[in-house]
């Protein structure tokens, strides 16, 4: 038997209920549309363009907040245009950095043409050959489930989990475009004045 | 600006202003005319330092030190100017602040062809994505670049490369 695909929309909102402190960075596309519908605050990050950029936003936020947790909600297009993050992030090992790829082995917002997911590329793979403390390819709820909760605490090093989900488009949920806006809403939330 | 035994003290300088202007992370992809200012850093227990695979990397991880409320500086060549352009539209219109001290190839007694195009793409390619391009030509000129330019980038939230021109990081020797 067949286990049906994860909804994206369920997935991220699992990983997402009583995320507590968790900081939150998105990269552009629909993990940034799943985040805002999860729930739009102060603490998230969405990017809307700078693709390959998510995992290192959040690289370069999990140094300079080593005190709080920090999850990078991307997709699968996204990461594989940064796959040198992984060796880089892998390097610093910080412990408070979570990559979640939301995986639809498509690239959505341009027509749903097949990623290199699809064939047989396994990103949890890679993250595990670079050296991070944690990494595996989920599929069902409660999984997501018990990752959210692991997500809570620090971890011997970086973690990336492939979250699979069905190839569909569930309506745009947009957060504002304003990157000046988010970024000031974000470091007001962490205690930073504007500029 | 050389030291008595002839070895270059700007490094020293530059890593002073950069401390000044209470930097606390810097993101590097390996580079000759860096290597003792990195070093520098590299001995910093006070900055985090982070080599990268490809230089845009760094511009993302600049944005994300900021919003972590850290100031940071990224070390690069004239060639991995042209790695970073889309990656600067994340701090361009983000206003998010954004140092680069870039070394140049391609440009004074260069001996590698492949080194040009790229070089004379350099400003340009900045220019036209909106960051704002310095350059210095002397090591006293460049120490007050960079501080001038650390002040652009922190101050007034602006994205800022420092050009250091070939002829003051000297005659490359095989």
Known sequence: MVTPLLERRAAVAALLKDRGDLLVVTG?????YDVHAAGDRDDNYYLWGAMGGAALVGLGLALAQPQRQVLVITGDGEQLMALGALA?????????????????QHYGETGMQASHTGSGIDLAAIASACGFAASGVLRTLPEVEALAQALRSTAEGPRLHVIKVAADSPPRSMPARDAVFIKNRFRAHLGFAAG | MDGADGAQTWPTALYRVLKAAEVRQMAYVP?????????????DKDVVSTVLTTEEEGVAIAAGAWLGGQRSVLLMQSSGVGNCINMLSLPVIGRFPLLMLVTMRGEWAEFNPWQMPMSRATQPALEAIGVK??????????????????????????????????????????
């Open chain 1, 28 to 32: 552009l596309g629909s993990p940034t």
């Open chain 1, 88 to 104: 880089t992030i892998a390097v610093k090992r910080p412990r408070n950095l979570a990559l979640a790829v939301i995986d639809n």
């Open chain 2, 31 to 43: 580079d000759a005319g860096h290597t003792a200012l990195i070093n520098l850093f590299l001995a």
């Open chain 2, 133 to 174: 391009v310095l350059r210095a030509e002397t090591a006293e000129d460049l120490v007050e670049t960079v501080s001038a330019a650390a002040a652009l980038a922190y101050d007034a939230d602006g994205q800022v490369a420092v050009l250091i021109g070939q002829r003051l990081l000297g005659r490359k020797k095989w």
